[in-house]
């Protein structure tokens, strides 16, 4: 079935660091992708997008680009703060609900 | 926009009492809402697919009579944790999503979650 595997953290980088989480996914159809951020005690909040091949999608800093010939989606982020420490996940869209990753956790220290 | 509400965000109680968990979409109509439930420092767990004016979908291993979900409206589903339990206290999160059942390219929204401790 369809799945979604990312890199298990947990990540701790110090601040202004460059940051790359990897996601790679099951290549059945043509799913969007997505990353979303679940900051402590929240729930999930949708980080950034895409929806084809080549697409790139870009919140915050943040990037991924969605790479049909690795079936990859891996999150970049050139300079981290504090304020970006928190769970990753990586999505895409399947059959009703989207599938996740296991996330990953991401700490950035001053 | 695309905002969920889940409510309450803490709810704290004793054994044996039944819990009501609210999730509304405030600017969209979510023919489709899902539960889940997250452990401490897991993933989510999806509990349950809901269709607005059908009964939801549960997943294998969750006890449908336990976990009461109402789809009544396009805007609003309810979860109902029945005769709690103290192996029932956990983080709950509702998501919805326009459009209907099957699949679909559109993004979920989260509620901000209800973290329910049974005592």
């Known amino acids: 079935g369809d799945s979604v595997t990312q890199m298990e953290g947990p990540v701790t980088l110090s601040e202004e660091a460059f940051l790359t989480i990897n996601c790679t996914y099951t290549a059945t159809g043509y799913p969007s992708l997505f990353w979303y951020v679940q900051y402590p005690g929240e729930g999930l909040q949708l980080l950034l997008k895409a929806t084809k091949a080549d697409d790139k999608g870009s919140n915050k800093g943040f990037e991924a680009t969605y790479r049909k010939e690795t079936t990859s989606f891996h999150l970049e982020k050139g300079s981290v703060q504090v304020s970006d420490s928190a769970v990753y996940f990586c999505a895409r869209s399947g059959n009703t609900p989207l599938v996740f990753g296991k996330g990953t956790r991401l700490s950035v220290i001053a | 926009g695309a905002v969920v509400s889940q409510h309450p965000s803490w709810v704290i109680c004793k054994s044996g009492t039944s819990v009501k968990i609210e999730c509304r979409s405030l600017d969209f109509q979510a023919t489709t809402m899902f539960w889940y439930r997250q452990f401490p420092k897991q993933s989510l767990m999806l509990m349950a697919t809901?269709?607005?004016?059908?009964?939801?979908?549960?997943e294998q291993g969750v006890e449908k009579d336990k976990f009461l979900i109402n789809h009544a409206s396009l805007t609003l589903s309810t979860l109902t944790v029945t005769s709690a339990h103290p192996e029932d206290s956990s983080f709950y999160i509702c998501?919805?999503?326009?459009?209907?059942?099957?699949?679909?390219?559109?993004?979920?929204?989260f509620g901000d979650g209800t973290r329910l401790s049974i005592l």
């Open positions: 998501s919805a999503r326009a459009g209907g059942a099957g699949i679909s390219n559109q993004p979920q929204h």
């Open positions: 809901s269709n607005e004016g059908s009964k939801a979908t549960y």
